[in-house]
């Protein structure tokens, strides 16, 4: 990943990301002609491990058995910056050139499958613990529960212990805060899906008020 200086995300701001936003993808190179891809829910523990589990008959178990080191990508705050909104001073809108403003981190780990029950009840506990509505009923996982210890065979746990971290933040750096402005005001006023999240950190990155 490309990171310019303007665009490299401080460690407050990829932990506060991570803190945030959930859900990514785990690439496990293995030693295939391809990577295994797998979208998941995962928990950050806000220091140095992500954990997760996924089904048993997924095929990163293999990937990772060859090769355990794995990288957890999130992409989070992003949107399309209109080419005539990024058009430089003096350069007419209609030759303006369009660009995307997003958050990505991307976490190079080493991977331990967890597979006991107690070490794959512990994940599923910080799992539901993050995840689940505070309206939630759901106990605890227990082999208590029958149908916990039921379904607990058919999945695995994995540990990533975080060993170099890759984050960028790309909101017009490189652009002088009075165009930051007026891109922050294009955004407000067109309000797609994720306009205002991707709004809220340009305006942080350029210590305007929100």
């Not at 806000?46 to 178990?61: E, F, K, M, S, T």
């Not at 799992?127 to 309206?135: G, K, T, V, W």
Request: hydrophobic residues 40%; negative net charge.
């Amino acid at each position: 990943m490309l990171i310019h200086p303007w665009d490299q995300a401080s460690r407050d701001e990829w932990r506060d990301l991570l803190g945030r936003v959930d859900f990514g993808q785990l690439i496990a190179p293995g030693r295939g002609d391809y990577p295994v891809v797998v979208p998941s829910h995962v928990i950050y523990d806000g220091d140095a491990q992500i954990w997760l589990h996924l089904a048993r008959p997924n095929p990163v178990w293999r990937a990772i058995e060859q090769n355990p080191h794995v990288v957890f990508s999130v992409i989070a705050d992003h949107t399309y910056v209109e080419a005539a909104w990024n058009a430089e001073d003096g350069v007419p809108a209609e030759h303006g050139v369009p660009t995307s403003y997003y958050s990505a981190v991307q976490l190079r780990c080493l991977a331990e499958i967890v597979d006991d029950p107690d070490g794959k009840f512990e994940i599923l506990t910080r799992q539901l613990a993050r995840l689940e509505p505070a309206r939630s009923d759901r106990q605890p996982p227990s082999a208590a529960i029958e149908t916990d210890r039921r379904l607990l065979p058919g999945i695995r746990g994995l540990r990533l212990s975080i060993e170099s971290i890759q984050a960028k933040m790309k909101y017009g750096g490189n652009k002088s805060v009075e165009k930051r402005q007026e891109i922050a005001a294009h955004l407000a006023d067109r309000n797609g899906p994720m306009d205002q999240a991707a709004r809220a950190r340009l305006l942080r990155r350029s210590g305007l008020a929100e």
